[in-house]
């Protein structure tokens, strides 16, 4: 069964950093895609990044680009958001999510199976 779990939300200044973590299940980083995801009060969940190939291969959508790393330990089955530069509209709650479909653009959360529970982000001007 797939598991996962984030960590690494907190509250920042715009412009500061701060680095997400989902800890998968064992096999799972094997197995699936991982991406991360980030739904604001109000608004439809929206994709992030997803990585693939062990990390050979990663995609990053419009809104996070150039701001935003995101890398995997597969040693320690984790996936890594790093946040660098961030806005208070990077205000939301984070999640981590796994899919056996890749495919090439920003996620679409439709196309993901299993997901964590979530992280919140807090960015204040």
């Known amino acids: 069964q797939v598991q996962l779990v984030e960590s690494g939300g907190g509250s920042v200044q715009a412009g500061g950093s701060l680095r997400l973590a989902c800890v998968a299940s064992?096999?799972?980083?094997?197995?699936?895609?991982l991406g991360w995801f980030r739904q604001a009060p109000g608004k439809e969940r929206e994709g992030v990044a997803i990585?693939?190939?062990?990390?050979?291969?990663?995609y990053y959508c419009d809104s996070v680009k150039g701001r935003f790393t995101i890398s995997q330990d597969n040693a320690k089955n984790t996936v890594y958001l790093q946040m660098n530069s961030l806005k208070p509209e990077d205000t939301a709650m984070y999640y981590c999510?796994?899919?056996?479909?890749?495919?090439?653009?920003?996620?679409?959360?439709?196309?993901?199976?299993?997901w964590g529970q979530g992280t919140q982000v807090t960015v204040s001007l």
């Open positions: 999510a796994a899919t056996s479909r890749l495919r090439i653009g920003c996620p679409d959360p439709e196309d993901f199976n299993y």
């Open positions: 064992k096999y799972t980083l094997s197995t699936y895609y």
């Open positions: 990585i693939a190939n062990g990390g050979g291969f990663s």
